[in-house]
């Protein structure tokens, strides 16, 4: 394919792959709603995060192509349903790949996100739209984040 552009259309892919990031990984357990993960999933592409993991416990991912806009087309999406213990086995991946891992949640009192330290790769966890993320995320994580809310 890379044959058929123009000179001009090489570089501006090579540019913006060059932006892209690996230091930061979003990951998202047993999401309920298609279209908050594809909208995650565009937003993750927007802001240059490559990697993006996919636990499916109980829920199945299914990308929304309304919602995604072919963002899927250019990020790397893992998804971890083969066993009972998904969420653990994401964790441990990415501590094994040298990331420091943050729960996210409002209801614990934990770090800023100004207050993590990004100089370290750092992979954050975002749970269901309803319950947040499992026990189990949250205790196999290497500390946690909350983001201040301040709408309704």
């Known amino acids: 394919m890379f044959s058929f552009l123009t000179e001009e259309r090489k570089k501006k892919f090579l540019s913006v792959a060059g932006e892209r990031t690996r230091h930061i990984t979003i990951v998202l357990e047993n999401l309920y709603q298609t ?33 995604d806009m072919g963002s899927t ?19 441990n991946h990415l501590k094994a790949k040298g990331y420091t891992v943050y729960a996210t949640s409002p209801h614990i009192k934990s770090l800023t996100l100004k207050e993590v330290p990004l100089e370290n790769k750092s992979a954050f966890l975002f749970g269901t739209e309803l319950t947040g993320l499992t026990q189990e995320a949250i205790k196999a994580s290497d500390g946690c984040v909350h983001l201040p809310m301040y709408g309704f």
Request: aromatic share 8%; with cysteine.
């Open 35 to 67: 279209h908050n993960a594809s909208a995650i999933l565009r937003s993750c592409d927007c802001f240059g995060v490559q990697d993006i993991h996919i636990i499916e416990n109980s829920n199945r991912y299914k990308i929304n192509k309304d919602i």
């Open 73 to 91: 087309k250019w990020l790397h999406v893992h998804k971890y349903s083969e066993k009972e213990s998904n969420t653990v086995d994401c964790i």
